[in-house]
T-cell receptor, first 114, second 111 residues
């Protein structure tokens, strides 16, 4: 069953702690993305990776870090430096990073900082 | 990428066609029109995209005006499960990275 999986669906964290969100895809896509969505808002790009071992900052990268050691995995770490981390986090992938490539999204992880 | 304008909300009766407008008057020749939808608390779902010709798939039809300054997404027979926020996005063929999601249109399908 092909697709994008994100885990966990809900995540709670104490203020000041780092937390890592998982994103895995078995679509054999080269490009992967992390977005953040706040209530009633559109999506904002945090980081993206066009190929293994390479990634670029998006519009709101401060307080976040990523790695891309494997093609199928693109974990996102929300660090204690992120001032307002409570949000809905969405991972996506596309065959490549080109403008004509459609992005497909995972189910999301809702992070709440207590 | 060009900016899009969509109505904030619209209602549709179950079983009727839903016609969702999108204005993209500054679209460039190399920009595609994409439509996604997002059901509450889920990830966005790809619906359809096109450059200048009308497109149809199992989910919807996309009608793009001849001057490409606006488009309409048509859900032919709306069901309650089509209640979602619908996003119209334009994206250049030479663009890299993000899709620019705006506020979208909240569509509510009623029985």
């Amino acid at each position: 069953d092909g697709g994008i999986t994100q885990s966990p669906k809900y995540l709670f964290r104490k203020e000041g702690q780092n937390v890592t969100l998982s994103c895995e895809q078995n679509l054999n896509h080269d490009a992967m993305y992390w977005y953040r969505q706040d209530p009633g808002q559109g999506l904002r790009l945090i980081y993206y990776s066009q190929i293994v071992n390479d990634f670029q900052k998006g519009d709101i990268a401060e307080g976040y870090s990523v790695s891309r050691e494997k093609k199928e995995s693109f974990p996102l770490t929300v660090t204690s430096a992120q001032k307002n981390p409570t949000a809905f986090y969405l991972c996506a992938s596309s065959p490549g990073g080109h403008g004509t490539d459609t992005q497909y999204f995972g189910p999301g992880t809702r992070l709440t900082v207590l | 990428d060009a900016k899009t304008t969509q109505p904030p909300s619209m209602d549709c009766a179950e079983g009727r066609a839903a016609n969702l407008p999108c204005n993209h008057s500054t679209i460039s020749g190399n920009e595609y029109v994409y439509w996604y939808r997002q059901i509450h608390s889920q990830g966005p779902q790809y619906i359809i995209h096109g450059l200048k010709n009308n497109e149809t798939n199992e989910m919807a039809s996309l009608i793009i005006t001849e001057d490409r300054k606006s488009s309409t997404l048509i859900l032919p027979h709306a069901t309650l499960r089509d209640t979602a926020v619908y996003y119209c996005i334009v994206r250049a063929t030479d663009s890299w990275g993000k899709f620019q999601f705006g506020a979208g249109t909240q569509v509510v399908v009623t029985p």
